[in-house]
């Protein structure tokens, strides 16, 4: 893994130093409008093809996402949904340093496969600034290498810890670990926990948040086991039977919705008295519509890295203005608010006359707050200092309930347990846990 974010005010006086230099042999990338100099990866002139501003030039954004037949296809397309409402404000309100910015013309299908994701990447990467979404680890590992050669900036639609440590990746909220330790201290706290069973997917979504997961039993004395579960409700007959059998105060789980409900209704059928505490992508609304609904209702909890559609904030009215008549979903949630974190760092980039890819990133590490208008605290876009001082380690927890318009009941408002805060978090937690 490279990482160079706990080094950073030594390398960026460096490459100051050179740009100093080469500005000096008259070679500047940027002009003091923010503009590029020369032709510079998605950036033209040229106003936009749908512009809002018809003076104004172009910053175009790539977007690679799960579209069509991948199994994260019903979170990809609202995200998607969302960025396009987002961006088409961010131009109505003037746009970023005399540009307008389109995310419309090279959107990509991944279909959750990293060779497909490489691929779109490849076609796209030269006619891009950035990338204002990545969908999924392992896709967006595929092209890593990449986008750290070319200094490319991409916004990712996962949540390891890991791209805590990527100077390329632009992350919003807790990662899964720090989702899996707040809800085993919230556990703790509100029910009593002395015990955790995590079970969870092979790889790093259920690797992350099982790590979470031991790493705060460990902090506060539980009793832990672990099982590894594979994909598919007609899978899970031996997980419950463990279940059954260790009887934990609580059960972590790191799996999909499918897995959720099959654990969820089938233990408690068979006797099983705790409860379960799930990371983000366990839930979706239509949990509710299964018969296991009303155990879902008394005995899950779920643990994310910001408030659902509804939410009172700024952002979240915003949102729903711009997006006028949808149907009510958290992932338009999402692909809302992780845009915000793009926009300032290509803010800060025109402001220091160089919207360049090596000013993009430059910018990046210039940023140690976002305002997200509420859907996430200030302090949660921080992208300079080290991993461990700039990780965000707040989270909020949710209840299922069928009155609510993605059926989820938030019970907390951001806050992160003693295990998240006095977490030291010098390694991804997958590789440490």
């Known amino acids: 893994m490279v990482s160079v974010r706990s080094d950073k005010p030594r390398i960026r006086s460096l490459i100051a130093g050179a740009a100093l230099l080469a500005g000096l042999a008259g070679c500047a990338a940027g002009t003091d409008d923010g503009g590029p100099a020369a032709a510079v990866p998605g950036i033209t002139a040229e106003p936009c093809p749908k512009a809002v501003n018809r003076d104004h030039g172009c910053i175009y954004l790539g977007i690679i996402s799960d579209l069509t037949t991948g199994p994260f296809t019903a979170l990809g397309v609202p995200m998607v949904t969302a960025q396009k409402a987002f961006w088409d404000r961010v131009n109505r309100q003037g746009g970023i340093g005399g540009y307008d910015v389109d995310v419309h013309t090279y959107i990509r299908d991944n279909k959750y496969d990293p060779a497909t994701h490489r691929r779109a990447y490849t076609e ?208 338009l949630t999402s692909g809302w608010a992780f845009s915000y974190p793009l926009k300032a760092v290509l803010e800060r980039a025109a402001a220091n006359g160089d919207l360049t890819r090596e000013g993009v990133y430059e910018a990046l590490g210039q940023v140690t707050t976002v305002d997200y208008e509420g859907m996430l605290p200030r302090k949660a876009g921080n992208f300079s200092g080290s991993p461990n001082a700039a990780a965000f380690r707040e989270s909020v927890v949710g209840r299922p309930d069928e009155r609510e318009f993605t059926g989820v009941k938030m019970v907390t408002d951001f806050t992160a347990g003693p295990t998240a805060i006095g977490h030291n978090l010098n390694a991804p937690c997958h590789t440490t846990g």
Request: proline share 6%.
């Open 124 to 331: 796209i990467k030269d006619k891009v600034l950035a990338l204002a979404q990545s969908l999924g680890t392992p896709t967006t590992e595929a092209i890593l290498d990449d986008l750290r050669a070319a200094r490319m900036i991409a916004v990712p639609a996962s949540y390891p810890s890991r791209w805590e440590f990527e100077d390329v990746i632009l992350e919003s909220g807790a990662s899964y670990c720090f989702e899996s330790m707040n809800a085993i201290d919230y556990a703790v706290d509100n029910f009593g926990a002395e015990s955790v069973l995590a079970v969870y997917y092979p790889g790093d979504y259920g690797g992350e948040g099982a790590a979470g997961a031991r790493l705060a039993a460990t902090a506060r004395g539980l009793r832990y086991a672990e099982l590894e579960t594979g994909q598919g409700a007609a899978k899970q007959a031996e997980t419950v039977r463990a279940i059954v059998a260790q009887r934990p105060d609580v059960v972590m789980l790191t799996v999909g919705p499918a897995e959720t409900v099959a654990i969820v209704g089938k233990s408690v059928e068979a006797g099983f008295q705790g409860r379960f505490m799930g990371n983000n992508p366990t839930w979706v609304e239509s949990l509710l519509e299964t018969p296991a609904a009303d155990v879902l209702k008394a005995r899950f909890m779920v643990v994310a890295p910001w408030k659902t559609f509804p939410a009172d904030s700024p952002g979240h009215t915003a949102m729903r203005l711009a997006l006028g008549r949808v149907q009510p979903d958290n992932a």
